[in-house]
């Protein structure tokens, strides 16, 4: 399948025109029909970008940006039956990348993903927002969720990913079991303790030298972890 697109709406119609439209062109389209749904897809298939409406129940276009936003720089369309320019405005002050009034011609849509997806990609080949962490041998790639150690690929979860991308992109600092549980597994529940060291356990094991002394991950006695630069 192509490029990873996740579509999110809560009208099955637009989620379906927007399937048929895109797939066309070679994409793979995951709906999603809330923003809580979105929050969660985001972070389980990683989507190339992400097509938001606006008018949603419960949790609008807008919180369901800013959450994303928290975790996430993946580009974002928004599709909206209100072509009002604060709606624009508010849209692009938060960082979106595109805003498409409905209804929409498909053909339409299928050009804007093309060149935003365009306009990320030449972003991440060198651009300051470039995907891609290093420390020494350790490598961490964002756009392709690969890490290597030493030249050698290594297998890793989704979730032990986020982990190690949140520390990484935020070096030396520490950040604690509660704040861990919040931001990957969407709890703070403190019994979940141990889920948390887990996978700090397992990510040692997959890229450090030596587990039990780790050079990367470690940890802050009696607050909870960071990453060392």
């Known amino acids: 399948m192509g490029r990873k697109i996740l579509a999110v709406d809560d009208d099955p119609k637009v989620l379906k025109i927007i399937g048929h439209s895109l797939t066309r062109e070679g994409f793979e389209v995951i709906p999603a ?5 979105a929050l969660a897809k985001t972070k389980e298939i990683y989507p190339d970008l992400v097509l938001l409406d606006l008018m949603m129940p419960e949790m609008d276009g807008f919180d369901t940006l800013q959450k994303l ?34 209804p929409f011609s498909p053909v339409e849509l299928a050009l804007r993903v093309k060149a935003v997806l365009r306009r990320a990609d030449n972003t991440k080949s060198g651009g300051p927002d470039q995907k891609v962490l290093q420390f020494d041998q350790l490598i961490i790639d964002h756009s392709k969720r690969l890490v290597q150690n030493r030249g050698r690929n290594i297998e890793i979860t989704p979730k032990e990913f986020q982990l190690l991308w949140l520390l990484a992109s935020h070096p ?11 931001r990957i597994w969407e709890t703070t529940y403190q019994g979940d303790d141990n889920t948390v ?33």
Request: cysteine-free; proline content about 4%; aromatic content about 10%.
């Open 33 to 37: 029909s809330s923003g809580k749904e």
């Open 69 to 102: 936003k928290e975790f996430s720089n993946v580009p974002v369309i928004i599709l909206s039956a209100r072509n009002d320019e604060a709606d624009k405005v508010a849209g692009f002050r938060m960082g979106v990348d595109d805003y498409q009034v409905k």
């Open 172 to 182: 030396n600092q520490v950040f604690t079991k509660a704040h861990l549980l919040d």
């Open 197 to 229: 060291n887990v996978h700090i356990r397992r990510l040692r094991e997959k890229i450090e030298d030596i587990p039990s002394k780790p050079r990367y991950v470690k940890t802050v006695w009696g607050t909870g972890y960071k990453f060392v630069d």
